[in-house]
């Protein structure tokens, strides 16, 4: 494990609160929790300690965006009238500033009839055109591991892996190793369905890798932080992960520290919130870009908030607020 020290200087944080595409085969109110709390708006986490042998060697520099739940169907689609370069044009170039964009796509990209999803909260159907692939190409990944890839089914879902990789976008499902320089990098995805981590698959990965990175789909909708999120992060940063981030509830959380052996401190966003959707709740209107860079065996992270308007992605210049 790595080492990490910790620079903090103000900010604040909001908690509110396909097998092939059509060419290849022809309520009750939710109460949301809300609570603010003062912390950096930009972080520096230092003196990573590398896993490579040769200490002296400072590693590759890597810049990551993460952003969170990604739905381009129903409102999304409407509103843009099937513009498919309109919803991410306001924060293009920003995304194209980061070596990796990676994202949680609950749209599955498909033609197939729905099928019910994995979903034990009601029936939504999130399953959107193909032709929508458009609006996603700056993403480097999405993930696919969550509560709606399997709206169209499994068909469905791999009309969406195949349309994704037509896109030149990686779908993420369990591990997916790259290399940055001469260097292992893993991203590990996973979505909590109430079974345990693969904690053994977890640390072998992390031995192997210079970073270790989980970006996981769990939690409770509209809510804050539970204690079963909170367990598996502590799972996670004792099997060897370097950095969390999560999905899924659809409205922001904090970002914490979880203690490490020898003075470690490993980051974990709990959720980065909406990204692009079309709920209508204030809380799920706006979301969090989560920036990590990599320099010099040490961590960067920046938070940049934003706002949904009429199906865009648009930067919150002004601090996140209550509703």
Not at 159 to 168: D, N, W
Request: aromatic residues 10%.
């Amino acid at each position: 494990m790595k080492w990490v020290w910790i620079f903090v200087i103000g900010g604040i944080l909001l908690i509110p609160s396909f097998l092939l595409n059509n060419d290849y085969f022809k309520n009750k109110k939710s109460i949301l929790l809300y609570r603010s709390q003062k912390i950096s708006n930009n972080l520096e986490l230092n003196q990573k300690k590398s896993k490579i042998d040769d200490s002296s060697h400072t590693g590759p520099n890597l810049s990551i965006l993460f952003v969170g739940d990604v739905m381009v169907a129903r409102g999304v689609a409407q509103q843009n009238h099937n513009q498919w370069n309109r919803p991410l044009e306001p924060v293009v170039s920003l995304l194209k500033q980061s070596t990796w964009v990676v994202g949680n796509l609950e749209s599955p990209l498909t033609t197939q009839p729905f099928r019910g999803g994995r979903s034990s909260i009601g029936n939504y159907d999130l399953r959107a055109n193909p032709a929508a692939v458009a609006a996603l190409r700056p993403f480097t990944f999405l993930n696919l591991e969550n509560n709606h890839a399997l709206d169209g089914g499994m068909l469905g879902l791999e009309q969406t892996r195949y349309t994704l990789s037509k896109a030149g976008i990686v779908p993420l499902e369990g591990f997916h190793k790259t290399t940055l320089g001469s260097q292992h990098v893993t991203l590990f995805s996973w979505m909590d369905q109430g079974k345990p981590l693969p904690l053994e698959q977890i640390k072998n990965a992390a031995r192997g890798n210079i970073l270790l990175i989980a970006y996981v789909h769990w939690g409770s909708e509209y809510t804050g932080i539970t204690p079963r999120q909170r367990e598996l992060a502590r799972q996670l940063v004792d099997a060897g992960v370097d950095l969390i981030v999560g999905t899924g509830p659809h409205v922001v959380q904090p970002l914490e520290f979880i203690p490490f052996k020898d003075s470690v401190n490993v980051p974990v966003a709990y959720s980065l919130g909406n990204f692009l959707f079309d709920q209508r709740m204030p809380a799920t209107r706006v979301g969090l870009m989560l920036r990590a860079s990599w320099v010099h065996q040490k961590w960067y992270l920046e938070r940049i908030p934003t706002r949904i308007q009429a199906g865009q992605v648009k930067l919150k210049t002004s601090n996140l607020t209550g509703f």
